[in-house]
């Protein structure tokens, strides 16, 4: 039952932006919200397995399996999948670890509900995740299968990058969800494989529970989407689903647009509500809208209430 489980792809093609961090912390995150959590680390080195399986235990099962990449042909693609299925039919949350190659299809994706992207937030960094999206935007823009949710995470931040707005400058091919920053500090780095990003108590332990919670708030949302997709009760609520796979409020923003603002999900967003909206009409990048009313940076007011994936 592929659809019983909230399916979580991290994946990049560049080394050193915390995929492997953000996986295995991730994975203790959602053990702590009371559901049933898989880690299947497909990376040969095993960086985000060996990191839970060292840790104290935090209850999540962990799954090494290494991909032959090497074989190229669908020999990658089925053995993930066949990895995927056996884990979704025992979890309530599967997270895959993957660094992306090009021996890798494209169309593993459409098995995940939410594919994260680590991105550091150098120009030439975020210039490497554009083309790493251009290549998959048929993915992302998919009208035939029903498009995993693209979430862009901007991870091992410093102080002085908060209030950069490299986002807004770098042209992305495709509609993207821009998470809460994942802050640097010496305290995660003295985590490694002893214990969580989850229980700091500073501010870098702060920004990746807010990361955790937007990530848990997609999967509120696709549940809900999914219950309400074929229901008449989508006029009542307000949402109308795109051919996109993303939802937004009727009359409110168009197909290619994010709503961004506090972290709520029990109810229909107050529009009137000071927000920071991502606009991503032609030519594609962001553009930052917000309330003057409001003193924020980019990454200070991003995604605390997800609404359109």
């Known amino acids: 039952m592929m659809s019983s489980a909230f399916k979580i792809l991290v994946t990049s093609q560049k080394g050193g932006v915390g995929k492997s961090t953000l996986s295995a912390n991730l994975a203790a995150f959602m053990r702590d ?3 049933s959590v898989t880690m299947i680390d497909f990376d040969l080195h095993g960086s985000s397995s060996n990191w839970l399986s060292r840790a104290p235990s935090v209850g ?48 593993l994706m459409f098995d995940f509900d939410v594919v994260v992207v680590p991105t550091s937030v150098s120009e030439m960094e975020l210039a490497t995740t554009a083309g790493f999206l251009a290549k998959h935007h048929w993915v992302f823009d998919s009208k035939l299968h029903k498009p995993p949710t693209l979430l862009l995470a901007p991870t091992r931040v410093r102080p002085e990058q908060m209030a950069l707005n490299s986002f807004s400058k770098q042209r992305f091919p495709v509609s993207f969800l821009l998470a809460p920053p994942v802050l640097e500090s010496q305290s995660a780095r003295d985590s490694f494989e002893v214990g969580y990003l989850k229980d700091l108590q500073d501010a870098c332990g702060n920004s990746f529970r807010e990361f955790g919670k937007a990530v848990h708030s997609v999967r509120e949302l696709r549940r809900v989407a999914s219950a309400q997709a074929f229901s008449s009760s989508n006029k009542k609520t307000g949402f109308s689903h795109l051919p996109t796979g993303r939802f937004v409020t009727n009359g409110s ?57």
């Open 33 to 35: 919200q009371n559901m």
């Open 60 to 107: 999540v099962v962990v799954q090494h399996h290494p991909l032959p990449l090497s074989m190229g042909g669908n020999r990658p693609l089925l053995e993930a999948r066949l990895h995927l299925r056996r884990a979704v039919s025992c979890s309530d949350v599967v997270i895959c670890d993957l660094t992306w190659t090009d021996s890798m299809a494209g169309e």
């Open 253 to 309: 923003l168009s197909e290619r647009q994010s709503l961004l603002s506090r972290h709520r999900i029990q109810r229909v967003p107050d529009l009137t509500d000071p927000i920071l909206a991502c606009s991503l009409h032609e030519p594609r990048h962001a553009q930052i809208i917000s309330d003057k009313s409001v003193k924020t940076t980019l990454f200070q007011s991003i995604v605390k209430r997800l609404v359109n994936f």
